[in-house]
């Protein structure tokens, strides 16, 4: 964790889609010190939208002290930057903090 899923009508180009991915990935890793095996990036494009942004961004995350205020702002808006210049559009971002003592995982 974090988990971050990107739905969107269609998808950017291949290269545009790395590069994202790359973004994301060191978001996680430099800004909520997330360890590289717990990421989880994930586009699901083809999606109709019948009211809403073109790209909606959900993030899901596991609370912790050093998650939120600062780091979690920048964490947001550096996903805000890459969503934009992937895909040439705003997103819509959301965020869930998840409690580590109700979660449940494997892997």
Same mark, same amino acid.
């Given at each position: 964790m974090p988990v971050i899923k990107i739905f969107c009508t269609q998808a950017p180009a291949l290269a545009e889609s790395q590069n994202l991915a790359l973004s994301l990935r060191t978001l996680c890793m430099d800004t909520m010190g997330a360890h590289p095996d717990?990421?989880?990036?994930?586009?699901? &494009? !083809?999606?109709r939208v019948l009211d809403g942004a073109p790209v909606?961004?959900?993030?899901?995350?596991? &609370?912790?002290? &050093?998650?939120? !205020?600062?780091?979690? &702002?920048?964490?947001?808006?550096?996903?805000?930057?890459?969503?934009?210049?992937?895909? !040439?559009?705003q997103p819509r971002i959301r965020s869930f903090a998840v409690d580590q003592d109700s979660l449940g995982a494997v892997r």
């Open positions: 717990a990421i989880e990036l994930l586009l699901i &494009d !083809g999606v909606f961004v959900e993030v899901h995350y596991r &609370d912790r002290p &050093d998650r939120r !205020g600062l780091p979690l &702002d920048q964490f947001l808006s550096g996903i805000d930057m890459a969503v934009q210049q992937a895909f !040439g559009l």
